[in-house]
């Protein structure tokens, strides 16, 4: 949040998949955590807390050497430790709201996905088990979620969605869950949203011009550029 470091995913092919630290000018990289991410296009995205001092992400548990299951983790930057926020929930593209209050994430159980959320108050004992997260939406089997994110002033959610006939858009919820905005409609693959920081556009990642590139979204106009 104060611009000073830059946290992101690594997944090279040499090590396990990572969460990484480094400044702006690319000094200073390091390991925090082994073992993160998920697969495809959802799980590999992380999130700073407002205070910047936890990094909030998704890690890969193994169950009797073959069942992988996605949960949210926390990386305490002041105490380097790691503490786990959810079991058993499936989840997975954790992000913080705002205030630091409320925790958005993505869950997968028997093909539905749901977007929930998760009270982060100190008085609150993790990990938080099912029944604990209160649906936003989903349950429906045509359509998944993947990596949504607060608005600036945090009436708002911009996330990926999945649907039915291999579209992947770019949608804007209210706080309550229900769609306000379709970003994209179309047939290229667009995705991971991201606010800026006056919450006047919404940027994401889309192939329509046959490769990968970043769009914005003006929320005020509808325009969208490239």
């Known amino acids: 949040p104060d611009g000073k470091w830059i946290a992101y995913a690594s997944a090279n092919g040499n090590e396990y998949p990572s969460l990484r630290l480094m400044r702006p000018d690319g000094s200073g990289d390091r390991l925090l955590v082994e073992r993160m991410g998920g697969g495809g296009a959802s799980g590999m995205s992380l999130a700073w807390a407002p205070d910047g001092k936890p990094l909030y992400y998704t890690k890969i548990e193994l169950r009797r050497s073959f069942s992988a299951r996605m949960d949210v983790y926390a990386y305490d930057l002041d105490t380097r430790r790691e503490r786990r926020i959810t079991k058993d929930l499936r989840a997975r593209d954790p992000h913080v709201s705002p205030d630091g209050r409320t925790l958005v994430f993505a869950t997968s159980e028997r093909e539905k996905s749901r977007l929930v959320v998760l009270d982060l108050d100190r008085g609150r004992k993790f990990p938080a088990g099912p029944g604990e997260a209160r649906v936003l939406v989903g349950g429906e089997t045509d359509r998944q979620f993947a990596n949504p994110r607060w608005s600036p002033d945090g009436k708002t959610i911009a996330v990926t ?66």
Do not use: C, M
């Open 161 to 226: 969605v999945f649907r039915r006939g291999g579209k992947q858009d770019v949608w804007i919820l209210d706080e309550s869950g229900r769609k306000l905005v379709e970003v994209t409609d179309d047939r290229a693959i667009d995705g991971a949203p991201a606010w800026s920081p006056d919450g006047r556009f919404v940027y994401f990642s889309s192939d329509r011009t046959g490769v990968f590139n970043i769009f914005r979204h003006e929320i005020s106009t509808g325009r969208t550029s490239q």
